[in-house]
């Protein structure tokens, strides 16, 4: 399997509609990511901060990387200064957590969040209802942060061959972007991005209005779990 071949092949699928593709590196090794960073590819996502943090030095620094699994607030440091896109919002705390942590790293730019909805049908998958999502941009807390910026919304769908199902839960997760956009960003043209679909699933997200897959084993093969 040639990373290569894959990224072109991607890049082909999408080149007629305004999503863009997030090779999903996780236990990945450097070589392989380089070998897609040569084939043009510039966004890459990680699961796990140690990892990220492993990797992020010896590639090249031009990458964008977005954090798109579970993050914990203790380990925002670690990224807060080279972090491009924080997929995986799932709360107030710890959006106040990224902005603190962004403000300290002196960051020329603010950090990119989205707001992880759940959509899912499986209690072992993070993110907030559309209305918690509601309730925290209509915080004070939020209102005074400067150091962060919403750009969209991420949701992982159940892990479904049922194609109705994955279909209904990309429609709710579009239906909530528009709802915040129409209420808080209006006026934002950065708020943009609807982060859905993986390998199995991508091309019904796509025609659901994904502006975002995330691929992982479709771009790099099998995964290697004894990483």
């Not at 990892?51 to 440091?77: F, M, R, S, Y």
């Not at 992982?216 to 995964?223: A, E």
Request: hydrophobic content about 35%.
């Amino acid at each position: 399997m040639r990373i290569a071949e894959n990224i072109q092949y991607f890049e082909e699928q999408l080149k007629s509609s305004n999503c863009r593709l997030v090779a999903v590196s996780k236990t990945h090794p450097v070589e392989k990511i380089q070998e897609a960073y040569d084939a043009g590819q510039r966004l890459f996502g990680e699961n796990k901060v140690q990892e990220l943090v492993d990797k992020q030095p010896a590639l090249p620094q031009d990458i964008a990387w977005h954090l798109i699994g579970h993050l914990q607030t203790n380990k925002v440091k670690y990224i807060a200064a080279f972090i491009d896109t924080i997929q995986s919002v799932d709360s107030l705390k710890l959006l106040k957590e990224i902005n603190k942590r962004a403000a300290q790293a002196g960051r020329s730019t603010p950090v990119n969040c989205m707001l992880q909805i759940s959509i899912a049908d499986e209690e072992t998958k993070f993110g907030m209802a559309c209305e918690e999502a509601v309730a925290l941009l209509q915080s004070e807390e939020y209102q005074r942060m400067e150091h962060i910026r919403i750009t969209g919304v991420m949701g992982i769908a159940t892990n479904t061959d049922d194609e109705d199902k994955l279909r209904q839960e990309f429609v709710c997760l579009r239906d909530c972007f528009r709802k915040l956009k129409e209420s808080f960003f209006s006026d934002s043209d950065y708020f943009k991005e609807i982060s859905m679909g993986m390998t199995s699933d991508w091309q019904l997200a796509l025609q659901e209005g994904s502006t975002m897959i995330r691929v992982g084993s479709g771009i790099f093969g099998s995964r290697n779990y004894n990483k």
